[in-house]
């Protein structure tokens, strides 16, 4: 019974002591980079259109990125926002995307959120 209880309390206790559960940005392992020369032609057309505010082709471009996976450095929800970089010869959105945090960074991903790469920041 003393073993159970032990038990029981470390399981309930435990969670409180992770980061996540304090609200604490926990930082993720790093990224890989990427310059931005070596992005697609048409994630460059992507980058010009969020930074002058549009408009967008796609009305997703924009919405609230969610980082479910945790593959980028945790914020709160409504830090980050995605929006699409077009594939030749697919129709639809396709699995090209570009992640834009609040503080100005960009992270590129490829393969539908599987991987991403910060795009490193011109000089």
Same mark, same amino acid.
Not at 89 to 105: D, F, M
């Given at each position: 019974m003393?073993?159970?209880?032990s038990?029981?309390?470390? %399981?309930?206790?435990?969670?409180?002591?992770?980061? /996540?559960?304090?609200? #604490?940005?926990? $930082?993720? @392992?790093?990224?890989k980079?990427?310059?931005?020369?070596? %992005?697609?032609?048409?994630?460059?057309?992507?980058? /010009?259109l969020?930074? #002058?505010?549009g $408009?967008? @082709?796609?009305?997703?471009?924009?919405?609230?990125?969610?980082?479910?996976?945790?593959?980028?450095?945790?914020?709160?929800?409504?830090?980050?926002?995605?929006?699409?970089?077009?594939?030749?010869g697919?129709?639809?959105?396709?699995?090209?995307?570009?992640?834009?945090?609040?503080?100005?960074?960009?992270?590129?991903?490829?393969d539908?959120?599987?991987?991403?790469?910060?795009i490193?920041?011109?000089?």
């Amino acid at each position: 019974m003393f073993i159970f209880a032990s038990l029981l309390l470390c %399981l309930v206790f435990w969670p409180i002591s992770a980061p /996540q559960a304090r609200g #604490q940005d926990t $930082p993720r @392992p790093s990224t890989k980079e990427i310059a931005k020369e070596e %992005l697609p032609r048409e994630a460059h057309a992507t980058l /010009q259109l969020i930074k #002058q505010g549009g $408009p967008f @082709p796609y009305p997703r471009d924009g919405s609230v990125f969610g980082n479910f996976e945790r593959r980028l450095p945790l914020k709160k929800r409504g830090y980050y926002r995605e929006y699409t970089v077009p594939t030749p010869g697919r129709r639809g959105r396709g699995a090209r995307r570009i992640v834009a945090g609040a503080q100005g960074e960009y992270y590129y991903t490829a393969d539908h959120y599987r991987t991403f790469r910060k795009i490193r920041a011109q000089p």
